[in-house]
Nanobody
Framework: QVQLVESGGGLVQAGGSLRLSCAASGSIFSFPAVGWYRQAPGNERELVAVITSAGTTNYADSVKGRFTVSRGNAKNTVYLQMNSLKPEDTAVYYC??????????WGQGTQVTVSS
């Protein structure tokens, strides 16, 4: 069982930046996939960015060039650096990991609101 806690969300003006952090209850260094999803009101949860254990990254087209996912030096952290934020980035952002058995875990979410 892995517990995930996100932090770093908040209210920011369009064009601004935020950095989300995710702290896991144990090491996630060897997990095949860790990253971030988001869900806006009335929408389905969607992939934002994922990084594999090999360091390969995958981004939603809507955030490419603006967001960066990374693993922290500590073996239980994941970050999402969000630059040039747009109002359409407003959503609840969820940390996500998939363990070695293919089981997925989710954080409780952190709200990101971008004002125009």
């Amino acid at each position: 069982q892995v517990q995930l806690v996100e932090s770093g969300g908040g209210l920011v003006q369009a064009g601004g930046s935020l950095r989300l952090s995710c702290a896991a209850s144990g090491s996630i260094f060897s997990f095949p996939a860790v990253g971030w999803y988001r869900q806006a009101p009335g929408n389905e949860r969607e992939l934002v960015a994922v990084i594999t254990s090999a360091g390969t990254t995958n981004y939603a087209d809507s955030v490419k060039g603006r967001f960066t996912v990374s693993r922290g030096n500590a073996k239980n952290t994941v970050y999402l650096q969000m630059n040039s934020l747009k109002p359409e980035d407003t959503a609840v952002y969820y940390c996500y990991v998939k363990d070695l058995y293919g089981i997925s875990y989710w954080g409780q979410g952190t709200q990101v609101t971008v004002s125009s």
